[in-house]
């Protein structure tokens, strides 16, 4: 099995990729054929907008190519091979790396789908309205009612309630319990207080009940 963690540019002849940054946030970086200097920004856990590195040249590498490289790796694996030399011919396809099965990969399609649903009238990802949504299905839920009565913890009964709100919202009921929790961990790495803390605080009350 192959996964493509890479992905084309076309504001610049570029590839870009995703990568966990030593802090553990999350970051950018893009390289050039053209170039040795490459790319590196991070993302803002506030607004999803790159950072630039101060050593980032702005004419090689555009806000514009960064807007981008996070739209379209959205969703995708961090890539764990560095030190890339980019040519003209890598630079024409994405290019991708073997992995195991064992891997968590989620359509990037999906992703956006659960962030185009939970973006606010300013165009940001609101972690308001996810938190509002889930506590409103968790206390619509017969299910729920039932898990909570039963004793059930509330890791399990969280990850009951994002999975059915996260297959409804990208309509694919093929969704895994691991890419249901991979899509919450890519949403958490933008939250400065975490995705779902006024989702657990609920729970935590419903569980004292």
Same mark, same amino acid.
Request: proline share 4%; net charge positive.
């Given at each position: ?6 992905? #084309?540019?076309?504001?610049?002849? %570029? ?8 802090? &553990? &946030? ?6 050039? +054929? ?10 803002? !856990?506030? %607004?999803? $907008?790159?950072? +630039?590195?101060?050593?980032? +040249? ?5 806000? $514009? ?6 739209? =379209? ?35 990037? %399609?999906?992703?956006? !789908? ?10 940001? *990802?609101?972690?308001? =309205? ?10 619509? %839920? ?13 890791? !399990? ?13 990208? @309509? ?12 919450? $961990? =890519?949403?958490? @790495? ?11 605080? @609920? *729970?935590? !009350?419903?569980?004292? #009940?």
């Amino acid at each position: 099995m192959y996964r493509t963690d890479a992905v #084309k540019l076309s504001v610049i002849p %570029s590839l870009a990729y995703r990568q966990r940054l030593t802090s &553990g &946030g999350s970051g950018i970086t893009i390289l050039r +054929p053209d170039a040795k200097q490459p790319g590196i920004a991070s993302i803002s !856990k506030t %607004s999803g $907008e790159a950072i +630039p590195a101060a050593n980032t +040249p702005g004419k090689l590498y555009p806000a $514009e190519a960064f807007a981008e490289a996070i739209a =379209l790796t959205a969703g995708m694996p961090y890539r764990k091979q560095k030190n890339i030399r980019v040519t003209e011919a890598m630079a024409a396809e994405p290019i991708g790396e073997e992995t195991e099965e064992k891997d968590v990969v989620i359509d990037s %399609s999906d992703y956006q !789908k659960i962030v185009e649903h939970y973006t606010d009238k300013n165009g940001k *990802l609101s972690y308001d =309205l996810i938190n509002r949504d889930m506590i409103k299905f968790a206390h619509s %839920s017969s299910i729920v009612r039932k898990m909570i009565a039963e004793g059930e913890g509330a890791a !399990k009964i969280r990850g009951y309630i994002t999975g059915m709100k996260f297959r409804n919202i990208t @309509e694919n009921r093929d969704l895994t319990d691991d890419q249901v929790q991979k899509i919450s $961990e =890519l949403l958490d @790495e933008v939250s400065p207080k975490g995705v779902y803390k006024e989702l657990n605080s @609920e *729970l935590r !009350k419903l569980l004292k #009940k």
